[in-house]
T-cell receptor
Framework: NAGVTQTPKFQVLKTGQSMTLQCAQD?????MSWYRQDPGMGLRLIHY???????DQGEVPNGYNVSRSTTEDFPLRLLSAAPSQTSVYFC??????????????FGPGTRLTVL | GDSVTQMEGPVTLSEEAFLTINCTYT??????LFWYVQYPGEGLQLLLK?????DKGSNKGFEATYRKETTSFHLEKGSVQVSDSAVYFC??????????FGAGTRLTVKP
């Protein structure tokens, strides 16, 4: 299993540009999430999905869109990049069972800089 | 809302020193509690977890006990190594099914 994969690893954008961060998992997990990591703030949830066709907002959803057309893929779209979106983005997945047996797996991250 | 407060860093220790990183939480209901570790340039990896009060999670010499009475989940290790240098995150399973993370504590262990 490759686990959770993310592309690209690094990206530089200009203000106003749009782009899609890719995330895929091969563990047949129902739950997938996008987090952003900023210094001194830990990880904050952007959007999440509990299954194909179902998405919901997290703590900091503004400026981002998601869709979940397949179980495997959960892309994150930046509609019009802003410098405040400079961050490291992590995708994660888990099976959706109870937390007693469930483990959340993280991708390696995408480092995004918006100029 | 559900939240995690974590000891601020950075923490610098000598090899074989005792480590404690404090973590307290606020939550409705009965969350599961986690410690994640992030090595330089990598994603987060689960270090240990506890799913109910008085449970002790342990892994790689690290331990943490779920204390409901003090709403705490402090991370401890008796003898740290240089290879333990990383950022450590405390987290909980939030009421609506996602996770909430603390700000992270950077640990540096010197030989």
């Amino acid at each position: 299993n490759a686990g959770v994969t993310q592309t690209p690893k690094f990206q530089v954008l200009k203000t106003g540009q749009s782009m899609t961060l890719q995330c895929a998992q091969d563990m047949n997990h129902e739950y997938m999430s996008w987090y952003r990591q900023d210094p001194g703030m830990g990880l904050r949830l952007i959007h999440y999905s509990v299954g194909a066709g179902i998405t919901d907002q997290g703590e900091v959803p503004n400026g981002y869109n998601v869709s979940r057309s397949t179980t495997e893929d959960f892309p994150l779209r930046l509609l019009s990049a802003a410098p405040s979106q400079t961050s490291v983005y992590f995708c994660a997945s888990r099976s959706g069972g109870g937390w007693g047996t469930d483990t959340q797996y993280f991708g390696p991250g995408t480092r995004l800089t918006v100029l | 809302g559900d939240s995690v407060t974590q000891m601020e860093g950075p923490v610098t220790l000598s090899e074989e020193a005792f480590l404690t990183i404090n973590c307290t939480y606020t939550a409705t209901g009965y969350p599961s509690l986690f410690w994640y570790v992030q090595y330089p340039g990598e994603g987060l990896q689960l270090l240990l977890k506890a799913t109910k009060a008085d449970d002790k999670g342990s892994n790689k010499g690290f331990e943490a006990t779920y204390r409901k009475e003090t709403t705490s989940f402090h991370l401890e290790k008796g003898s740290v190594q240089v290879s333990d240098s990383a950022v450590y995150f405390c987290a909980l399973s939030a009421t609506r099914g996602d996770m909430r993370f603390g700000a992270g504590t950077r640990l540096t262990v010197k030989p």
